[in-house]
């Protein structure tokens, strides 16, 4: 039994942000339905190197535990409404006014299925915003995110992961369990509206809320925090350490290790973060002389957050050695873990990613 067993999702999501919110509904029992055009299906099938056979790995991250259902929205439209009569939940991330189009809106449904929990997700939103292209590095760049983040000022980067289509399909599974959750009480469904913008501003926190509240408009401090110190990448003597201070006793034990003496331009965080320059090229003198793995284990005891910077092999071997099961086998894929833990209804892994229209016939059978 899982924590969403019995529960049917009528999804007519692609790429990632939307299919990733799915994904972890499916992780905890829902049955998915992927809706998916009968010829070219979800566009990142597509979208590779790299590959596992003739598999995108893309595809593949965000498909687990799904079942695929092609279907044309016009032509079997039919079908897809006997689908949405029995569905409890039904995603989409389509332009908006594209499903409403098709007779598929949340409009057209709700009387077809008043308990139907509809969730459309969109790049800006359903009103000026609405013909605007939801690209993820678009919303990095319009959403203010690159413009934090960079190695200097006027060197804006993405992040390295489409970043705000993520935290934008967390928000769409908590907006769907909170809809869910109040349909017990009212017996009715409702609609669920989250857009890429919005989910950005509110996950940007600290940075967003110092302009909402202070006017504070923030730059690009490269691996910098702009409110604590040090906190920053330092070159060791083999590869770049993290060291993340969060407080005074932290930054006195730190100043114990590298035997620095007292200096009451460091003598508090907010002294550390006017003084941050003189500060880092200070400890940069200290780490130098040693390994990023020789700082790690000479700090860590004494409760100063340090550690090295992983590539992704490394991070997994982290998460491995930790006991954390960073990935789980899958029907000979080893699919990386959902990170919810449950104590008596955990996350299964079911089915690998689905073929194309795989699940068709038997779909279309159960409708029928």
Not at 132 to 137: F, H, K, N, V
Not at 305 to 327: I, K, M, N, Q, Y
Not at 329 to 337: F, H, I, M, S
């Amino acid at each position: 039994m899982t924590a969403l067993s019995g529960l049917v999702v009528a999804d007519f999501s692609r790429v990632l942000a939307a299919p990733y919110a799915t994904m972890l509904l499916a992780d905890l029992g829902a049955d998915v339905v992927k809706v998916e055009h009968p010829v070219t299906g979800d566009e990142t099938r597509a979208w590779g190197p790299p590959h596992v056979g003739d598999e995108a790995t893309y595809f593949l991250a965000v498909n687990r535990n799904k079942r695929s259902l092609a279907a044309d929205l016009g032509r079997d439209r039919e079908r897809l409404l006997a689908l949405v009569r029995r569905a409890d939940v039904l995603v989409e991330n389509f332009r908006p006014g594209t499903m409403a189009r098709f007779g598929l809106s949340y409009a057209d449904v709700r009387e077809l299925n008043p308990r139907l929990v509809y969730c459309s997700v969109s790049g800006f939103g359903a009103g000026e915003g609405a013909a605007l292209p939801g690209y993820d590095l678009l919303l990095q760049a319009v959403g203010g995110l690159m413009s934090v983040t960079g190695p200097a000022p006027d060197q804006p980067v993405k992040t390295g992961v489409a970043l705000v289509d993520v935290l934008t399909g967390l928000h769409a599974a908590v907006g769907i369990l909170a809809a869910l959750r109040e349909r017990e009480t009212s017996g009715e469904g409702q609609l669920v509206e989250v857009n890429l913008l919005s989910c950005l501003l509110s996950s940007m926190v600290n940075q967003s809320a110092g302009y909402a509240m202070a006017g504070v408009v923030p730059g690009i401090l490269g691996n910098r925090h702009p409110s604590i110190a040090p906190y920053e990448v330092f070159d060791t003597a083999d590869r770049p350490m993290a060291l993340a201070v969060g407080n005074d006793r932290q930054f006195a034990n730190l100043c114990t290790a590298l035997d620095l003496a007292a200096d009451p331009r460091f003598a508090t965080n907010a002294d550390r973060v006017a003084h941050r320059d003189e500060l880092a090229a200070l400890l940069s003198e200290r780490f130098v002389t040693r390994t990023a793995a020789a700082w790690f284990e000479l700090l860590t005891p004494l409760g100063v957050p340090c550690g090295p910077v992983h590539d992704l092999a490394g991070a997994f071997e982290l998460a491995s050695g930790l006991g954390l099961r960073p990935t789980v086998p899958l029907a000979g894929l080893d699919v990386v873990a959902n990170p919810i833990g449950l104590s008596r209804t955990p996350p299964e892994y079911r089915r690998r990613p689905p073929a194309l229209g795989e699940h068709t016939a038997e779909i279309t059978e159960e409708l029928s």
